[in-house]
């Protein structure tokens, strides 16, 4: 079999199981078996896999088909231009992501020389590690539950050189932070689970089934962790640091009532699509 029958048996079998993105996710398999990338599969299109390569191949597309997510099967996903690590231990980061860490970047960038930032429910690290890759001062704390995740985490600081000025702990919300930090932190990202409860039977197969309901699962109405969470996060940052909260659509005027007036100043953020995304919300002076 060549590389030009290898795609076409790939694309037509996850076309016949459903996958939205079937002309990719061939792809993306067959660049994970060969080494080769996506314009050098079609280059060397008259290229023949070994018989173990096909093997590989068929077994990658086989749990495609079967609903796993493409970025489980190659191991990597790429995220604000940097290649992370990721296992079924962490969330797979989200393009919708990138809003917050733009957001946190156009902020931390004013903050004077070595800022200081949290992010809270970090899984992969995808959005500590980008802060610290982007902004070369920034020291940042990022917090996890799940000491599986954190691993997967430390592993991103090391390969993106940031393991110096991002520290890892594991606990509940902001618990595991000093208390001498109280006031002095200038911006907390929070992609915290935001799904209600209720809404998790009714995602897609490659979302329910394979991600860690942990990393889900935001109770009754999807704001419980953020019920939480504000209140801590108000008395760590400092006079008008930024607390950044990623929502799903229809989530904002819930989020925004959390936030008493008379102690934040609130916006809300679409993403590309135009839902409901990001709330953004600056600590008032007291
Ligand atoms: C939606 S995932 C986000 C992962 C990553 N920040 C990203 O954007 O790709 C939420 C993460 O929050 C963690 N988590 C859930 N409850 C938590 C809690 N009470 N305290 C700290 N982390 C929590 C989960 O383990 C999971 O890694």
């Given at each position: 079999m060549n590389l030009r029958q290898a795609l076409t048996m790939g694309r037509e079998l996850l076309k016949l199981h459903n996958s939205p993105s079937y002309a990719l996710d061939a792809q993306i398999l067959l660049s994970k078996v060969t080494g080769l990338d996506r314009t050098a599969l079609l280059l060397k299109e008259d290229m023949i896999l070994t018989e173990e390569q096909q093997r590989q191949y068929k077994s990658l597309l086989e749990r495609r088909a079967w609903g796993e997510p493409v970025a489980y099967l190659t191991g990597t996903k790429e995220f604000m231009g940097l290649e992370f690590l990721v296992t079924p231990a962490v969330l797979i980061p989200r393009p919708d992501t990138e809003l917050m860490v733009e957001t946190a970047l156009t902020f931390l960038q004013t903050e004077g020389e070595h800022p200081l930032a949290v992010d809270v429910g970090t899984g992969s690290g995808a959005i500590a590690?980008?802060?610290?890759?982007y902004v070369p001062g920034l020291q940042v704390y990022a917090i996890d539950l799940s000491a599986a995740a954190l691993e997967i985490a430390q592993k991103n600081a090391t390969l993106h050189r940031v393991d110096q000025r991002v520290k890892f702990l594991q606990g509940n919300l902001l618990q595991p932070i000093s208390p001498d930090l109280q006031g002095q932190v200038s911006a907390i990202t929070a992609n915290l689970p935001y799904i209600p409860s209720g809404e998790i039977?009714?995602?897609?197969?490659d979302v329910k089934d394979y991600e860690p309901h942990l990393a889900l699962d935001g109770g009754c109405d999807g704001l419980d962790l953020y019920r939480l969470l504000i209140p801590q996060a108000y008395g760590l940052l400092k006079t008008g640091g930024l607390l950044l909260m990623?929502?799903?659509?229809?989530?904002?005027?819930?989020?925004?009532?959390?936030?008493?007036t008379a102690q934040w100043?609130?916006?809300v953020k679409l993403d590309l699509a135009g839902r409901e995304r990001l709330v953004i919300a600056q600590k008032r002076r007291a």
């Open positions: 590690i980008s802060l610290a890759h039977a009714g995602l897609m197969p990623e929502i799903g659509p229809g989530q904002g005027e819930g989020a925004q009532r959390l936030l008493p100043q609130t916006e």
